[in-house]
């Protein structure tokens, strides 16, 4: 059997847990030489009104600043040399992130996704939700969920690299 990934997603939030699924995401994407895909949702803030059937979209002004920022951020989510010996394909966009990582794997035929999971249990976790698990369940390619806690095998023996 040949196993063969040709793209790679890796959804970032730009948090610690997020961080720790990159360090796989580079190496798997080093491993099989394939392209990497960064990709940043910035989430559009609704607000319900007191009539149920409507709600307030943050002002497009404030999503276009956050759409910048996070921009710059992802230019620089992955070192230089790193980056220059490698495909890397960058993405910013407004929108539910779970459904944008959805869409955007099917439209760019990603064979991989990798991402970081919050670890969150309990209350916290019914009340938040998990992202992470909402791609699981709805990926048409396969998973791979990296908890920031526990057993890890990319061992990451330059710092730099992240």
């Known amino acids: 059997m040949n196993i063969r990934i040709s793209r790679i997603l890796f959804p970032t939030d730009f948090s610690e847990p997020a961080r720790q699924a990159?360090?796989?995401?580079?190496?798997?994407?080093?491993?099989?030489?394939?392209?990497?895909?960064?990709?940043h949702i910035v989430p559009e803030v609704y607000m319900p009104l007191?009539?149920?059937s409507t709600s307030w979209?943050?002002?497009?002004?404030n999503l276009q600043a956050d759409v910048e920022i996070a921009?710059?951020?992802?230019?620089?989510?992955?070192n230089r040399p790193w980056a220059d010996s490698h495909q890397i394909v960058r993405h910013v966009e407004?929108?539910?992130?779970?459904?944008?990582?959805?869409?955007?794997?099917?439209?760019?035929?990603?064979?991989?996704i990798v991402v970081g999971t919050h670890g969150h249990t309990g209350l916290s976790h019914l009340l938040l939700g998990s992202?992470?698990?909402?791609?699981?369940?709805?990926?048409?390619?396969?998973?791979?969920t990296i908890h920031p806690k526990g057993h890890q095998f990319v061992i990451d023996d330059n710092p730099a690299n992240t």
Request: net charge negative; glycine share 2%; proline share 6%.
């Open 71 to 78: 921009s710059k951020r992802l230019q620089n989510e992955v």
């Open 50 to 52: 007191p009539d149920a």
């Open 57 to 61: 979209t943050m002002p497009v002004t």
């Open 131 to 144: 992202n992470a698990e909402k791609v699981v369940r709805l990926a048409t390619c396969p998973v791979l």
């Open 22 to 39: 990159q360090k796989y995401a580079m190496e798997l994407a080093d491993r099989f030489q394939s392209e990497l895909h960064l990709i």
């Open 94 to 112: 407004v929108g539910n992130p779970v459904n944008a990582i959805i869409t955007y794997a099917k439209t760019h035929e990603i064979d991989l």
